[in-house]
């Protein structure tokens, strides 16, 4: 275009011809963007927070009833439970002072362990003629209906905290969040059936490999709620250790190596576990590695990693990697059949690590619920 020959004339003209209608169509969705774009934004966000917040009060509400139904019937208490239920619910924990850490650990852990003798004590005052199984079934229903339960009062409290003061920016960690949140408590809830029948869940994989080993051999109990056996390969001295089956238990492993110890010489700790997944990742792949291969609230690994560092123990791991999801739900058949590779694994590393007349301690790390020993 020849700007030398423009006629601005022409120009004056378009702009007398347009529209004012469609330039408020243009202008005044900017002027309100600018004034109560953070508004209208907080107002989007929060409708999708409470659709959220509403599955997770139905998740809350679902696990207590699931849990008063169970107690009401295979327990057959004298009296109705749901009121005692219903304390258990609001119970909390708070953790020791951590201003100075030196005893931290022993700290936690007897709070820890007090509450769930404390639990387990109320839970048998439900029922005079309750059996472990039972028992440990009960305390995983409790341990989920409270996860939940809390877990909503959170999500609540944030939620109706930025509402009320109009505050964009504070809803936006709770934005970021709920996602990760949602599939922990769906996780969680997805898992009651599976732990009411007493069903084996993905992260009982540890406990399967050992118990298969453990199979046919003498056992005795070296902790609470912990077994082990003893064996041999290859000239090896073989310890087997994992949570007695089939109740819902992790057990107590970290006193079992401290009470084995005390009596045995370790050459080399071999632990075995489920990890969670990265996204991406094939679910029921297997994964080797060094370090104390256990979860919770690392007090049990702290204790491990203290023996095995005082007296020079290396420790091995052999992980079976999943989600949230499969961790805590019925046990997949691709993470099942993955057992026979972990406990090939085992003999391989011990074969690599080791040699005749030294000891083995392997320990399968998870929940034992559905996997005898």
């Not at 082990?228 to 000239?235: D, F, H, N, R, V």
């Not at 992790?250 to 080399?268: E, F, M, T, W």
Request: one cysteine or more.
């Amino acid at each position: 275009m020849n700007f030398t020959n423009f006629d601005f004339g022409q120009l004056l003209a378009i702009s007398d011809d347009t529209n004012p209608i469609m330039m408020l169509v243009w202008v005044i969705p900017i002027i309100i963007f600018v004034f109560y774009g953070q508004r209208i934004q907080l107002y989007i966000t929060s409708g999708e927070i409470k659709k959220r917040i509403k599955r997770l009060d139905t998740f809350r509400g679902e696990s207590r009833t699931e849990l008063i139904d169970y107690v009401k019937k295979n327990l057959n208490p004298k009296n109705d439970p749901t009121e005692k239920i219903d304390r258990f619910l609001e119970y909390f924990t708070i953790m020791p002072a951590d201003m100075d850490p030196n005893g931290i650990v022993e700290k936690v852990r007897h709070i820890v362990r007090s509450r769930e003798d404390y639990t387990r004590k109320h839970i048998c005052s439900l029922s005079q003629e309750i059996t472990q199984v039972e028992l440990n079934k009960v305390q995983t229903l409790l341990e989920i209906a409270s996860s939940l339960q809390m877990i909503h009062k959170v999500i609540s409290h944030m939620y109706l905290t930025a509402k009320k003061q109009n505050n964009y920016p504070l809803i936006l960690p709770l934005q970021m969040l709920l996602p990760f949140i949602m599939e922990h408590a769906e996780a969680m809830r997805e898992s009651i059936p599976t732990f009411k029948a007493g069903q084996p869940v993905g992260d009982g994989i540890g406990p399967m490999v050992v118990g298969k080993i453990m199979l046919n051999l003498p056992k005795e109990k070296i902790s609470f709620q912990t077994c082990l056996s003893q064996t041999e390969y290859e000239g090896r001295k073989l310890f087997l250790l994992k949570a007695e089956g089939p109740g819902s238990t992790v057990g107590r492993p970290a006193d079992g190596l401290q009470n084995l110890i005390s009596k045995n010489h370790l050459d080399v700790i071999i632990m075995i576990d489920a990890a969670l997944k990265m996204e991406g990742e094939d679910s029921a792949s297997v994964a080797q590695g060094f370090g104390a291969a256990i979860g919770g609230i690392g007090t049990e690994r702290f204790q491990i990693e203290e023996i095995s560092t005082r007296s020079k123990i290396p420790v091995f791991s052999i992980v079976v990697k999943q989600s949230v999801k499969e961790a805590i739900t019925l046990m997949s058949k691709d993470i099942a059949d993955q057992a026979e590779v972990v406990t090939s694994q085992v003999y391989e590393m011990i074969r690599d690590n080791t040699e005749s007349g030294q000891s083995v301690l392997v320990v399968g790390v998870g929940n034992t619920v559905g996997i005898p020993q």
